[in-house]
């Protein structure tokens, strides 16, 4: 068990490079998005000292790169040079918002980012493989099923990036 910090509760988590992204979702504030490599076991990438302190409970284990990013976030996943965050949040519609790739700032606000695809409500992971964006929709659940008010996703939907995602 590791404890991670910053980030109280994993709202998401994506795997890239060696590393893993794990993030806090926040409705009315910025969430916190954490990047902690992994070695090549799929664990913690950490000096001697910090696993000693890890695997005793004695520490919080600090991340390699720390970002503020929008609020209402639900899912990360990359794809070639950008990084993709689902926003979402009760029955308005949700977004795909997509960035330039890890930037400098550590900061990823909804202003900023260089497009921003509308969705059905309910939102939630998405992934990227090859040239499809994979996407999960809370709205499947059984508390959302009988309610006639909201659009209902109740399969995963592949998406086609090259068609979805502006060059820019």
Same mark, same amino acid.
């Given at each position: ?59 919080? #284990?600090?991340? %390699?790169? /720390?970002?503020? =990013? ?5 899912? !990360? *996943? ?56 994979? #996407?999960?929709? %809370?709205? /499947?659940?059984? =508390? ?5 008010? !909201? *659009? ?17």
């Amino acid at each position: 068990m590791v404890d991670l910090g910053d980030i109280r509760e994993a709202s998401f988590i994506t795997y890239h490079n060696q590393a893993l992204y794990i993030g806090f979702f926040s409705v009315n504030h910025e969430g916190v998005l954490n990047k902690y490599l992994v070695d090549s076991n799929g664990t913690f990438d950490l000096d001697v000292d910090k696993q000693v302190a890890i695997s005793s409970g004695n520490n919080d #284990t600090d991340p %390699e790169q /720390a970002y503020k =990013i929008t609020n209402k976030i639900q899912g !990360i *996943t990359f794809y070639e040079e950008k990084i993709l965050f689902s926003q979402s949040y009760g029955p308005d519609k949700s977004h795909i918002l997509v960035f330039n790739d890890l930037n400098k700032e550590h900061l990823y606000l909804e202003k900023d980012s260089v497009e921003k695809i509308e969705t059905p409500p309910y939102l939630e992971q998405i992934y990227a493989d090859k040239d499809s964006l994979y #996407t999960i929709f %809370e709205s /499947a659940t059984e =508390i959302y099923r009988t309610r006639e008010d !909201i *659009t209902k996703v109740d399969h995963v939907l592949q998406l086609n990036l090259k068609k979805l995602i502006k060059e820019k």
